[in-house]
């Protein structure tokens, strides 16, 4: 398995057991996982209401998860789609 990236993309409010297992899972397809973390002014947008957990400590929550080769960033603010030219995946995990 050598260099498979694979995307995963979320909200994560409330990082728990089935946001680590989803997040493994995904890990274990490729060789580096990278998080995107949905903006608080995206989830407004989305959803027509804000977090519970601004987007830092969200970001924190899934950091915390210490799942080797795995990157967590925030995403953009007006483009879902900027990082994908970026990262280049070869598999988004739904």
């Known amino acids: 398995m050598s260099d498979i990236t694979v995307l995963t993309f979320g909200t994560f409010d409330y990082a728990h057991p089935g946001h680590r297992y989803y997040l493994e899972e995904a890990k274990s397809l490729g060789s580096l996982l990278v998080t995107i973390i949905a903006r ?3 989830i407004k947008r989305l959803k027509s ?4 957990h601004n987007e830092n400590e969200r970001k924190q929550g ?9 990157k967590v960033l ?13 990262l280049k995946p070869d598999i988004i995990a739904l």
Do not use: A, C, M, S
Not at 62 to 70: A, C, M, V
């Open 40 to 42: 608080d002014k995206t």
């Open 49 to 52: 209401f804000p977090p519970d």
């Open 62 to 70: 899934i950091e915390d998860f210490h799942i080797p080769n795995h």
């Open 74 to 86: 925030l995403g953009h603010p007006d483009n879902p789609y900027f990082f994908l030219p970026q």
